[in-house]
């Protein structure tokens, strides 16, 4: 799914793309004059379309699996100066026929989702190596200050506190699945420099697995919040 929003004079405009191209959703609403109202009318505008739910079925595969996966993200203006936001992740993947789940099929969490651990380093381990899991989940807290520093310096700062799981291993029971919840808080700025939006994030783990693989500190090219 693809989002597009257009900002313009008098109207704001909103489209949502199927993965095809296929037209899903429009809608368009009056343009507000303010600049901090322009920012959360796109961000509620964001919050309703971004509301999803897929499920993938195999045509024809050696092993095969079927996949749900479903999102939530809601925003909302705790005041002028502060606007929260609350995100919500649910993937689970599980073998048709006592089929297995192939390792490259399975379910992790990217380092946006929960920050302060190296992608794909969070969950069930076999041997040295982490495989991912049948399931995996996360809950985002975030509160984003946009009026913190002069609009001049075009830099955006954001606290949050991130909750994750990733657990279930079909293939052998034997495995450590290290079904912990795992949770971190942090803050991150975000800046659109003149060669696109960078994003700083520092983050310290509350509570992790022995054999997680952290990262305190994350830099990003060409994404924002």
């Not at 313009?8 to 296929?22: H, R, W």
């Not at 009318?41 to 050696?62: C, G, M, T, V, W």
């Not at 420099?193 to 994003?199: E, F, K, L, R």
Request: hydrophobic content about 35%; some cysteine.
């Amino acid at each position: 799914m693809q989002v597009g929003i257009d900002v313009g004079a008098t109207k704001i405009e909103s489209v949502v793309l199927e993965k095809d191209g296929q037209e899903k959703h429009r809608s368009r609403i009056s343009c507000p004059k303010d600049y901090t109202q322009i920012i959360t009318a796109i961000r509620d505008i964001h919050s309703n379309l971004e509301k999803e739910f897929n499920q993938e079925l195999p045509i024809y595969a050696d092993k095969s699996s079927i996949t749900n996966t479903f999102s939530l993200s809601n925003y909302k203006s705790i005041t002028e100066d502060v606007i929260g936001a609350t995100k919500i992740y649910l993937t689970a993947i599980n073998g048709l026929n006592d089929d297995d789940v192939r390792l490259n099929k399975r379910r992790n969490l990217s380092s946006k989702r929960l920050r302060g651990f190296e992608r794909g380093k969070v969950g069930p381990v076999d041997g040295s190596d982490h495989v991912g899991g049948n399931y995996a989940a996360s809950l985002n807290f975030e509160a984003s200050f946009p009026n913190l520093l002069p609009d001049s310096t075009k830099t955006e700062i954001a606290t949050f506190l991130d909750f994750g799981n990733v657990w279930g291993v079909d293939y052998d029971d034997s495995l450590d699945d290290t079904n912990e919840l795992r949770s971190t808080i942090g803050a991150a700025v975000s800046w659109m420099s003149p060669i696109g939006p960078m994003n700083f994030t520092l983050s310290s783990n509350l509570k992790k697995a022995d054999t997680d693989k952290t990262e305190s500190f994350t830099f990003n090219l060409g994404t924002t919040f």
